[in-house]
């Protein structure tokens, strides 16, 4: 419990008075005095015999979400006692002056509920709370705050854009694909072979006529389907003060390897300050990527042969794209000497030169340049290189989880 500001202000104008009248001897001033002394003595009376016997529930919707979704949080507020005074609740949110929001008075098992949307414009990891529930007199000289909620993360991912998956390489590459075993019956597309059973097979793949011919249990062995193989090479280096062309190159790398994990293609993600994730696949894998995306940003340390080095630890082969920021045509040069080791190479230069910008170059066999100031430059770009624009499903964009925390407190007071 605290006296506001109003309260403060009325209290030290009644002591003034009360001590001016006493020193010039004019009693008007002192009972005046007294009396503002007396009404906020009164207020924090007031507030402090105040009871609460509130249930809140605090839910977020969704924890996790991609840049330019909806996050909504709801706030429900039930009355369990009398007839409660005006409620003030507070929500902090981490980057903004938070949420304040008023709900008038509750009957016994009366209920309310408010609500209010988060910023998701930049990517980053966003503290909500702790929600407090505030009451106060009616002339707002005192207040009482009561702890409601606590502390909740939401994890905004790089935005992303809708494009195609980057094309199958090919070419006599024994890293190109990689097949894809099924935990639960070591099946595939197609028929392939029928072999002897072995402990551990699906008893469902046995092919009972084999099994009768051969006296023996023979299993249907199926051709495995096969993955392509996705290398993302993005510059984390600090050019200058601007961030627009690094994020834009965040944004790239992120689309590109969301596009490939629907194809279930093998990912990977390289920076020049030496991260590397190394080959998987899954919705696990990327998450683990889009997180580290979440909270990288410009670096002085690391180089583009650092990155070169990194890569080549697990050999070449699929397809390598480069998401660089402001590179020189030295650094482009480097790039493109990388088709050696991959078959298909794509260098998006993420850039503010207008000059330069938003074009598309053809730099060899298996080789393109995408200049691109903005989303609608690598967009387009990346559609004229390498199919048409497709649009995501809403589950993918707007929300990567839909966890959500029901968080209900009791406040007795």
């Not at 078959?343 to 730099?363: G, K, P, Y």
Request: net charge neutral; proline share 4%.
């Amino acid at each position: 419990m605290s006296v506001t500001r109003h309260g403060w202000l009325l209290l030290s104008l009644g002591l003034i008075l009360i001590l001016s009248g006493r020193i010039f001897a004019i009693w008007e001033l002192f009972v005046v005095g007294a009396a503002a002394v007396v009404l906020v003595v009164l207020a924090v009376v007031f507030t402090g015999l105040a009871r609460l016997r509130l249930e809140v529930t605090r839910t977020i919707t969704p924890l996790r979400l991609h840049a330019g979704g909806t996050a909504r949080v709801d706030v429900v507020v039930r009355n369990r006692g009398g007839q409660t005074p005006v409620l003030r609740l507070s929500d902090p949110v981490e980057g903004t002056s938070g949420a304040d929001m008023s709900v008038g008075p509750l009957h016994k098992g009366e209920s309310l509920s408010v609500a209010y949307q988060l910023p998701t414009e930049r990517r980053g990891v966003m503290n909500v709370g702790p929600l407090t529930v505030g009451i106060g007199d009616p002339f707002g000289f005192s207040s009482l705050e009561i702890g409601a909620a606590g502390v909740h993360e939401v994890t905004v991912y790089p935005r992303i854009h809708p494009i195609d998956a980057a094309p199958f390489t090919i070419g006599d590459d024994s890293h190109n694909a990689a097949p894809t075993p099924n935990a639960l019956g070591r099946t595939g597309d197609d028929f392939y072979a029928l072999r002897q059973y072995t402990f551990g097979d699906d008893l469902r793949r046995v092919h009972w006529k084999s099994t009768a011919r051969h006296d023996e249990l023979m299993v249907r062995q199926d051709d495995q389907p096969w993955q392509g193989r996705l290398t993302v090479l993005l510059d984390t280096r600090r050019r200058h003060d601007d961030t627009t062309s690094f994020e834009l190159a965040i944004e790239a790398a992120a689309s590109v390897l969301q596009a490939s994990n629907r194809r279930r293609d093998l990912i990977r993600l390289v920076t020049t300050n030496r991260g590397d994730s190394g080959f998987a696949s899954g919705g696990n894998h990327l998450d683990s990527i889009m997180h580290y995306l979440v909270t990288t940003n410009p670096r002085s340390d690391g180089t583009l042969l650092d990155a070169r080095d990194a890569i080549l630890t697990q050999g070449g082969g699929g397809a390598l794209v480069a998401c660089l920021v402001e590179p020189s045509d030295s650094e482009i040069d480097e790039m493109v000497r990388m088709r050696n080791t991959f078959d298909r190479v794509t260098i998006i230069a993420c850039s503010l030169d207008a000059e330069r910008s938003n074009s598309v170059t053809s730099m060899g066999r298996g080789i393109v340049a995408i200049r691109a100031s903005d989303a609608r430059s690598l967009v387009s770009g990346w559609s004229a290189v390498h199919g048409r624009v497709t649009s995501l499903d809403k589950t993918t964009v707007g929300a990567a989880s839909s966890a959500d925390p029901n968080e209900q407190i009791r406040v007795d007071r």
